[in-house]
Structures are given as structure tokens and as C-alpha cells.
């Protein structure tokens, strides 16, 4: 019997064990480590931030699914991998701690044949001085209770300007090395829909600070898609939406601190701005969760694994090569972890070569660039991925040739909504072939018939049965595989 650990259960993690529990069945042990007792659909978490849906209607508890599907699930943290094992085994090993009330605390190593870290984002608030729920002064949507508490604090604003009070809202990313641009996208346009839902929209101002250079570059360099035979881009065809909806773009800032009622922000010409507020939601930039790295033993081997930011080193480029010699096979393609066979990196765990979008700095130095986003669609497909290849080792041998999923050859969907209303609302649909440009192959680095863009009413309703859809796939119902991811 062989052991298969995952750490996470987010999208990557999730669909990694129930792809595996359907390859491999109970001959094998399949175990989930996850500090969180529920899983979330963070995508619909935006609605949540605007009180269109409950806490309730984005989250269930894993036991009873993982039960099911003789899943092992260990809710912990993990807080060091051994890989080589110990002074009492040459196994590798996890040493996690347990999150669970009744044994909380408890430390445990674990032994693994197989290792897939899916641990998803460490939300560095703390990278910027004053950001986040803690503060009490920015508010996010990154979990279901940031989202509720954000919801609560907008109803407060439309409360205030039922009675006369001109309000500011701010929305966007808190950090000039953010990632999400989508999401914040989302968020922005949502409030401005509940906002005129409540027929306030006249005394409200409302911002999107963004670390993009330029409007629907969205961490990805922007898109050029083809409409009825001419090319257009996703910066004119985002500009339009703004406009058409009175948005105020702040372009190219870095959010330097916080205070109460005001954010402090860097902008690429190097000059320093304060802009008061009544809302905002500003995301934080993402790290990897803490994990350190041990040899047999005892020494920290943890810069052998895993970068500066975080995040775990794959079969990636990591040359540190300029922007003029960056090229769509830095990228990873099996996620199997540098110098070892049995790890893998997933999802937002993994580390990306270098950003997709053109790296740039402030007239000061500072780094106002998006990170590559690696959430939702991506995550899945490179979770699927790597359960066929673990799959694949324990039935045929640990020659089997590992899948690929590269971001450079991999397409995603992404339905942004634009505001939640069944008969009025609107979303965002855009697709992008591949995901990361290709200039070798494509002359505007992706395929002009897969690359499109669309907004209207009838994406609000894709949204929506992607919402139910994916939470039935989530929960491992009859015939869950046949979702695609």
C-alpha cells in the first residue's frame, strides 16, 4: 500500500484527492491535511462580500465527503517536510500540527511514498502597514468570514448614503506585487451594482487602485482578441466597462500603508498620494504558507525546496534571465518538485519563473508589477494532472512518465461578474489560449480564435451555474468527474 499526502484542500488539493480516490480506489491510502474543517468556493465569495449570498452557500465541512470517498482527512497544518526521512526511518515525512478543536495543538509526523503540496496562498497582510480585517481598517474576500464581515461594512456605506451622506469607496490591491486582479475586478463592479440596486449610486465615488499598468491587464500582460474580423484589447474593451459605469481607475500603485479612513499609495512616477475613504477592499499580496525543509539529520534544507517568496520550486526556469529572454518553456510542466521524484507543487504553491506581465518598477525603485495568478481553472487542471501521475507511478512504476499541464499550452475561462441581478446583472466572460503568451508560436502571444471577450447578462447566468455546478463537482456527487475542470 502506498501512502499519498496532500497538503491543502483548495481547488488544487480537493480535486487531486478525488481524482486519486477514483484511480487508485482503497488499495492505496490517500490522506488530506488541512488546518480548515470546511471547504470554500472562493470565487463566489465576491457575492457573498455584497450580501447576495450567505457563508452558508460557498462552503461545506470535507469529513463527510473525504469519508465517502475513503479519504483520510487530518484537519492540521503542516509545518515541515523531511524528505528524506528521519533518524527513526528513511521515509519521508510530514510534521504537521493539528487545528482541530479537541486536539488542538497536538504535533504528529506523518509518513508519505507520494507528497502534493496544494497549500494555497499565505495572505501577507502584513506586507503592508495597516491592511486588512485585523486593522479594522481594510476589509477582503479572500476567505467566507472576510467576505461577510466586507458585506456588513457595505451595508453600512448604503445605509449612510440613503441618509444624504456622500460616501468614497475604495477597491483593488493592497500591495504593488499583488495577484487577483480578477477578483478585485469582480468586487468593484458588484458594489457598484448594489449600490445602484439601493439607488445611491449618485453619492458614492468609487476607485479601483490597481498595481496594473494598464486596465485588463489582469496579471496575464492583457489580452488581443478578434471581434467580428478586427483586433482589439482587453485594456480598450475593460477601459469602455469603466467608463460606461463611472469607475475611477488609479493605475500603477502600490499601496504603502493604511491608516484609518486613509490609504497611502506609490504610483509608477514615483509621486506619493493619499486618498480618504469610507470602504475599501484591498487584497493582500500572496506568499507561500511557512514551511521548512529538513534532511535526514536535522538541517534546514528549506532554500533547497522552496524560494525567497514561499512558494516551492518545480521543473521551472529559476535562471533569473531579463524580460527580453523570458519564453513560454520557463514554465513549469509536471510540477514535480526540483531534486525529487515523489513532490509536487500545485496551484498557487508552486513558484512561478518570473510574471507574465511586463515586470516594472516606480521612479523610486519600487516593484508595482502583478503576479502571475494561478487560481481556479489552472489549479484544478494541475491538480488533476499530477493525481494521473502519481496514479500512473503506483500502477505501472516510478518510470511512468509524469502528465503535463503547462500554463504555456493550458487555456482558461474566467467569468467575471459585473453585478448579481437574475434579470439585470451582467458578467465578464473571457477565454485565453494559452495562458501564459507564446510568441514563438502565436504573433500576439495567443491564439486569436480562443481568445475572446464577451460581457453581458447571459455571463451573470454562466456564472451562476458555474457557482452550482462546481460546488456539485466539490462535494464528489454521481458522475462529478465528468465536470471538467
Excluded at 465527503?65 to 492540521?76: D, G, L, S
Excluded at 476589509?139 to 468614497?168: F, K, N, P
Excluded at 511586463?358 to 484544478?380: D, E, H, K, Q, Y
Aim: hydrophobic letters at 40%; proline letters at 6%; charged letters at 20%.
Amino acid at each position: 500500500m502506498s501512502d499519498v499526502v496532500i497538503l491543502g484542500a483548495g481547488v488544487a488539493g480537493h480535486t487531486a484527492a478525488l481524482h486519486l480516490s477514483r484511480l487508485l480506489g482503497r488499495e492505496h491510502r490517500i490522506t488530506v491535511v488541512s488546518p480548515n474543517s470546511h471547504w470554500n468556493w472562493i470565487p463566489s465569495n465576491i457575492w457573498v462580500g455584497v450580501g447576495k449570498m450567505s457563508k452558508q452557500d460557498v462552503v461545506f465541512p470535507l469529513a463527510p465527503i473525504y469519508a465517502r470517498r475513503h479519504i483520510r482527512f487530518i484537519q492540521a497544518k503542516a509545518v515541515a517536510i523531511r524528505p528524506y526521512g528521519d533518524a527513526e526511518s528513511d521515509r519521508p515525512a510530514v510534521d504537521i500540527v493539528h487545528t482541530s478543536p479537541p486536539e488542538d495543538g497536538r504535533e504528529e509526523r506523518i509518513r508519505y511514498d507520494f507528497l502534493v503540496n496544494a497549500t494555497g496562498p499565505n495572505l501577507r497582510f502584513g506586507a503592508t502597514e495597516g491592511l486588512g480585517p485585523q486593522h479594522g481598517t481594510t476589509v477582503s474576500v479572500c476567505t467566507a468570514d472576510h467576505a461577510v464581515e466586507a458585506a456588513g461594512r457595505l451595508r453600512g456605506v448604503i445605509e449612510r448614503c440613503r441618509a444624504g451622506e456622500h460616501q468614497t469607496l475604495v477597491v483593488g490591491m493592497g500591495h504593488g506585487t499583488c495577484t487577483c486582479e480578477g477578483a478585485a475586478f469582480e468586487y468593484v463592479f458588484n458594489v457598484d451594482n448594489e449600490l445602484r440596486e439601493a439607488g445611491v449610486r449618485d453619492l458614492a465615488r468609487v476607485v479601483y487602485l490597481t498595481n496594473e499598468s494598464r486596465l485588463g491587464d489582469f496579471g496575464v500582460g492583457g489580452m488581443v482578441f478578434n471581434e467580428g474580423g478586427y483586433q482589439t484589447t482587453s485594456e480598450l474593451w475593460t477601459e469602455s466597462l469603466f467608463r460606461e459605469r463611472g469607475v475611477e481607475p488609479i493605475l500603477g500603485a502600490h499601496v504603502e500603508r493604511v491608516e484609518p479612513g486613509t490609504v497611502h499609495f506609490e504610483t509608477l512616477d514615483g509621486t506619493h498620494h493619499a486618498l480618504d475613504f469610507d470602504f475599501a477592499m484591498l487584497l493582500p499580496p500572496f506568499g507561500g504558507v511557512p514551511l521548512a525543509a529538513f534532511d535526514r539529520d536535522g538541517t534546514e534544507i528549506t532554500q533547497q525546496l522552496f524560494a525567497p517568496s514561499g512558494f516551492m520550486k518545480v521543473d521551472a526556469d529559476y535562471s533569473g534571465k531579463p524580460y527580453e529572454q523570458w519564453s513560454a518553456s520557463d514554465w513549469p510542466q509536471t510540477y514535480q518538485a526540483q531534486g525529487f521524484d515523489n513532490i509536487w507543487a500545485v496551484g498557487i504553491a508552486f513558484a512561478p519563473p518570473h510574471q507574465i506581465s511586463r515586470p516594472l518598477t516606480s521612479a523610486n525603485g519600487t516593484v508595482i508589477t502583478p503576479s502571475p495568478p494561478r487560481t481556479g481553472m489552472p489549479s484544478g487542471v494541475m491538480g488533476k494532472t499530477v493525481a494521473l501521475t502519481i496514479a500512473d507511478r503506483i500502477r505501472r512504476g516510478p518510470r511512468a512518465e509524469a502528465h503535463r499541464a503547462s500554463m504555456a499550452d493550458m487555456g482558461a475561462a474566467c467569468v467575471a461578474s459585473a453585478g448579481a441581478n437574475l434579470r439585470t446583472g451582467s458578467a465578464a466572460a473571457m477565454t485565453m489560449m494559452p495562458i501564459v503568451p507564446d510568441y514563438t508560436r502565436f504573433p500576439t502571444g495567443r491564439s486569436l480564435d480562443d481568445t475572446r471577450g464577451e460581457l453581458g447578462l447571459a455571463g451573470h447566468w454562466v456564472k451562476l451555474l458555474l457557482h452550482y455546478m462546481f460546488i456539485y463537482k466539490a462535494k464528489a456527487r454521481p458522475g462529478w468527474f465528468l465536470i471538467p475542470e
